[in-house]
């Protein structure tokens, strides 16, 4: 069994230089104000509009992301529903073939890496139960010819999973300013955090207020 530390990236760049640009003639459009555009007048117009509460025009540009997670936060994920999800389906992915892996939460002290699941003992209870589960999962399959639908009822929230997620970038904002917070669940932190800089880096004119925000409310 395979052990691994969550993980993202951004499958479809969406974060281009026109798509400032494109929210910019969006908006620009409820104002008549396209005579105004200029090569470098689209970021402090998104800011105003986002100071405002105009941000319906961000709904015009969409970025997709993969999650490399545990179910615990795949579970989370996918209740926001203006999102688009293709998730790794357990009913037909056949782990007895392909192996298993978990992802490893913050609070545990194991090294991410192979380990042999019929070691008999561990040092470390987490580890146990991963191994415990590994071994059900793979016995009812070799031995009692149950399919990977019926022998996934065995696996741990700790089970990789991959996401891919799509939102447009005002629905990116919410999901960010929720789960990238102190009050999100650590493993939600553990990508969203990431990702909130990621996104602040590319597209400082619609995210910089998210991470002042979560600043001032943690200091």
């Not at 991410?112 to 003992?121: L, P, R, T």
Request: proline letters at 4%.
């Amino acid at each position: 069994m395979l052990i691994i530390h969550p993980s993202f990236y951004v499958i479809d760049t969406g974060i281009r230089s026109s798509t400032l640009r494109r929210i910019e003639e969006a908006g620009r459009t409820c104002y008549k104000s396209e005579d105004k555009i200029t090569d470098d007048s689209a970021d402090q117009f998104i800011r105003r509009l986002i100071k405002s509460g105009h941000e319906s025009v961000l709904e015009h540009e969409n970025l997709s992301v993969r999650f490399i997670v545990d179910r615990g936060v795949s579970h989370e994920l996918v209740r926001h529903r203006l999102c688009a999800f293709s998730q790794e389906s357990t009913r037909y992915v056949d782990y007895n073939k392909r192996g298993l892996t978990f992802i490893k939460p913050p609070w545990v002290y194991v090294q991410a890496g192979m380990y042999d699941e019929h070691i008999m003992s561990f040092n470390n209870e987490w580890l146990m139960a991963m191994a415990e589960a590994a071994k059900s999962y793979h016995r009812l399959i070799a031995f009692y010819n149950w399919s990977p639908q019926q022998a996934r009822a065995v696996l741990p929230n700790s089970l990789k999973t991959e996401l891919v997620m799509t939102a447009n970038l005002r629905e990116w904002r919410h999901v960010l300013r929720l789960r990238a917070s102190k009050a999100a669940h650590p493993q939600m932190q553990e990508v969203m955090r990431p990702l909130l800089t990621y996104m602040n880096n590319h597209l400082p004119a619609v995210f910089e207020d998210i991470v002042e925000e979560i600043r001032i409310k943690e200091s």
